[in-house]
């Protein structure tokens, strides 16, 4: 049984730094990437970014500036980083897993972290 | 990026009746389209991948259909459970990954 459990900072002001970080329990963690989505009242759900256990990324080309994936295999952990948040970058954010190549659907999904920007 | 518009945005539907959902794409592309349930609080669940393809433990009354720019999720007889948002999702993109705005099926 696959399970996701995410962790980090829900409340930040503006132009701080959003980090989370998702485990990974049970399955296997090599043989897929690793998703961020986030969701909120305004855009909806929104993919940011992927990664392997080989640190192979690919982001939202609108993210691509301010986001940074990064990946810790031995521990079986995702991490994500979002410089200068702003207010709309208030969201749900959900870790999951993806496909076994770049851009496959998510079949497990962390149970969300509620993060608000505000000053 | 590839645009996903799902209509309608509001579905209201009773128990036993089937409904449709479509989702349309702003490009063709293959058929790596997926669908996702999602009820208040919880993350979304996958039901479809491949555009017709059951994911493991999904009743059977779900199906997918469809290629190019036109996809749709059919629920064959509305059960309680299923009362839900239902959004699509195009993953054959590596401009960017694409969900639909959602379908909100009530009663």
């Known amino acids: 049984q696959v399970q996701l459990q995410q962790w980090g900072a829900g409340l930040l002001k503006p132009s701080e730094t959003l980090s989370l970080t998702c485990a990974v329990y049970g399955g296997s963690f090599n043989g897929y990437y690793w998703s961020w989505i986030r969701q909120s009242p305004e855009k909806g759900l929104e993919w940011i970014g992927e990664i392997n256990h080989a640190g192979s990324t690919n982001y939202h080309p609108s993210l691509r500036s301010r986001v940074s994936l990064s990946v810790d295999t031995p521990n079986k952990q995702v991490s994500l980083t979002v410089k200068s948040v702003t207010v709309a970058d208030s969201a749900v954010y959900y870790c999951a897993r993806g496909g076994r190549s770049a851009g496959g659907p998510a079949d497990y999904w962390g149970q969300g972290t509620l993060v608000t920007v505000s000053s | 990026d590839i645009q996903l518009t799902q209509s309608p945005s509001t579905l209201s539907a009773s128990v036993g009746d089937s409904v449709t959902i479509t989702c349309r794409a702003s490009?063709?592309?293959?058929?790596?389209l997926a669908w996702y349930q999602q009820k208040p609080g919880q993350a979304p669940k996958l039901l479809i991948y491949k555009a017709s393809t059951l994911e493991s433990g999904v009743p059977s009354r779900f199906s997918g259909s469809g290629s190019g720019t036109e996809f749709t999720l059919t629920i064959g007889s509305l059960q309680p459970d299923d009362f839900a948002t239902y959004y699509c999702q195009q993953y054959n993109s590596y401009s960017g990954l694409t969900f639909g705005g959602g379908t909100t099926v009530d009663i």
């Open positions: 490009q063709s592309f293959n058929s790596w």
